[in-house]
């Protein structure tokens, strides 16, 4: 380094920077005397001097931000009520614990489940965020109406444009009338009333699980087709048109990936919300925003200049015949919100859903062979109707239970404590402060639902005094007032499906151990891979050829 000092010092005489320095700061000594180094004539040990002065500056410098960094992690931590609340270190005094491990390590669903059995009911995991584990406060935190807690900030990255948004809205008032003027489209009766479309696109599904996968042979990537499955599912039940997915066998118009893109961002928009003007960014909004935006605005478009020529009832048609009470319409940016939050909020957490099924099953064959038992031993249709199944408890037990063990939304549904604070689990919560709880957390407390409580046991909903603890304090689809408006929705979808495919196919698991949970916000289920074969004596098996089935 001295070497190169050495080499610019002609240089630096040149510049006259001894004259300059006086010129420009003569009062200043410390610079006259470093300037005065630079440029003295006799090179050699002056320019030791320089690099241990320089040496010495940054040490000073480095030890002076260590201990104003230290000073203020101290303070962020301590001048609050939270700073009695334990957890680990840095998670009360930075952000970076929770980026960390929810962002770059992606086990953030396991790993909180670990800090509550660690510390407690209650754990800072941010300096002003707080997770809570006993599942008798999702009775207080996701109360209905003005009980309830609002969302908080977090929910912003949603990307509003102005208009009222379900999923977003924080002011618990609007929430509810904007709610309230739709709400009726998605009760378990509405829901049924959309049964045949449902089927069509189950019908879809299975074929071309046939086609694709049990005719050839060949091992079905069931990550991708189970979300070709729901994303058609929720495009047909909204705009009357599935996308295409289990018909063409590929990723239209690159959805998935879009998708994909978008998830891979939510984290980071979530816990950095810094990072949201990125967002703002064309490469960002020409990956899936953009994306999403155009699969919601071309079917409202088509129906706004065409009208509904299908006639169908879907849920597009509903949310333009919406009225709030005071009877005005919808307007159209809320519709395009609502149509948008559908599209992004059911294909992912029912996919991950029907995915954990088919694994659990795979995992535990007197489960396996119990419920194909009951679907035998009924009387149903092809396909099965919703009223037939009502007689398959076990089946409905393992699509609750599948979703109890795995919950597709691995995020902690963050609150803010409403004025004047709170008080959960012994701590005093200042208002504002983010307040949640993880379905991965609640669902393993063992000290509530005892030992077993990370078993697989479909049984545990067939009683009917345990089913009501778990519908009661169980977080799969939130609960109160901002509860999942999708749930019947998913439930019938998810219902239907696995009836259809235990009834047509055997299936084993291909490479199981390339399985992983990745949390994106959702826990998602990478790498399921399955070998599909026709069910002997299934429906299938007796209605469709083997040869060039119905494609
Ligand atoms: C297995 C499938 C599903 C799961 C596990 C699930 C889970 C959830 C959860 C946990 C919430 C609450 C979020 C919070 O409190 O912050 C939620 C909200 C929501 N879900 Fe779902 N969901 C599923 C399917 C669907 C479907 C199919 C739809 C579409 C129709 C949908 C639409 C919504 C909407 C609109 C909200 C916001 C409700 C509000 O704030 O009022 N979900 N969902």
């Known amino acids: 380094m001295s070497k190169v000092f050495r080499s610019i010092e002609p240089v630096l005489r040149g510049l006259h920077l001894e004259a300059l320095a006086q010129k420009m700061v003569p009062e200043n000594t410390t610079a006259k005397y470093l300037i005065a180094l630079l440029t003295t004539h006799s090179a050699g040990f002056q320019w030791d001097h320089i690099f241990s002065l320089i040496a010495g500056l940054l040490g ?3 030890v002076y931000m260590v201990v104003k960094l230290g000073l203020h992690l101290q303070k962020t931590r301590n001048d609050t009520p939270l700073k009695d609340v334990p957890g680990p270190w840095l998670a009360s005094c930075s952000p970076l614990y929770r980026f960390w491990y929810a962002v770059v390590k992606g086990n953030f669903h396991n790993d909180l489940t670990n800090l509550h059995r660690k510390y407690g009911n209650v754990v800072r995991i941010a300096p002003n965020e707080v997770s809570i584990w006993d599942p008798l406060v999702t009775r207080e935190i996701y109360a209905h109406g003005d009980k309830g807690y609002p969302k908080c900030d977090m929910y912003d990255i949603a990307l ?23 709400a009726k489209d998605y009760s378990m009766t509405a829901t049924l009333t959309a049964e045949a479309h449902f089927d069509n696109v189950i019908g879809d599904f299975i074929l071309a699980l046939d086609r694709n996968f049990a005719q050839s042979g060949r091992v079905c990537d069931f990550t991708t087709w189970s979300e070709y499955f729901t994303y058609d599912m929720i495009t047909d039940l909204v ?3 599935a996308y295409g997915f289990c018909r063409t ?10 998708l994909r893109q978008m998830l891979l961002l939510s984290p980071f928009l979530s816990y950095l919300p810094w990072i949201w003007p990125i967002t703002q960014n064309r490469w960002v909004k020409e990956t899936g925003m953009n994306h999403y935006a155009r699969v919601c605005h071309t079917p409202i478009l088509k129906r706004l200049n065409h009208g509904n020529v299908s006639g169908r009832l879907d849920l597009l048609d509903g949310l333009l015949k919406s009225r709030y009470r005071d009877g005005h319409a919808l307007p159209m940016g809320e519709i395009v919100n609502h149509a948008y939050i559908f ?30 038992d009951e679907l035998t031993g009924l009387k149903l249709s092809n396909p099965a109707t919703w009223k037939e199944l009502a007689d398959a408890p076990l089946l409905h037990a393992i699509v609750k239970e599948t979703l109890r063990l795995h919950p597709p939304a691995g995020f902690n549904l963050p609150r803010a404590v409403p004025a004047g604070g709170r008080t959960i689990c012994g701590y005093y919560l200042p208002e504002g402060t983010t307040v949640g709880m993880s379905a991965w957390c609640v669902h393993a407390n063992e000290n509530f639902w005892g030992k077993d409580t990370l078993e697989f046991k479909p049984e545990r909903w067939l009683d009917p005094e345990s089913a009501f603890k778990l519908d009661r304090y169980g977080l799969n689809f939130g609960q109160g007032a901002r509860a999942c408006l999708g749930k019947n929705i998913a439930m019938v979808q998810l219902v239907k499906v696995a009836a259809q495919i ?11 151990h390339k399985i992983r949970g990745l949390f994106l916000l959702l826990v998602v289920l990478d790498g399921v891979k399955v070998s599909f074969k026709r069910r002997v004596g299934g429906p299938l098996d007796d209605t469709v050829e083997m040869e060039g089935a119905k494609f």
């Open 60 to 62: 000073v410098l480095f």
């Open 160 to 182: 509003p444009n102005g208009y009222f948004n379900l999923a977003v809205e924080r002011d618990i008032q609007t929430h509810a009338e904007g709610r309230r003027a739709i």
């Open 239 to 241: 705009f009357g048109e």
């Open 249 to 258: 066998g590929i990723d239209v118009d690159g959805s998935l990936k879009d």
């Open 343 to 372: 599209i992004l909020a059911a294909p992912d957490t029912a996919s991950v859903a029907l995915r954990a099924l088919l694994i659990n099953l795979v995992r535990n064959r007197d489960v396996y062979n119990a419920v194909m």
């Open 502 to 512: 235990l009834l047509n196919f055997e299936f084993e698991l291909v490479d199981e």
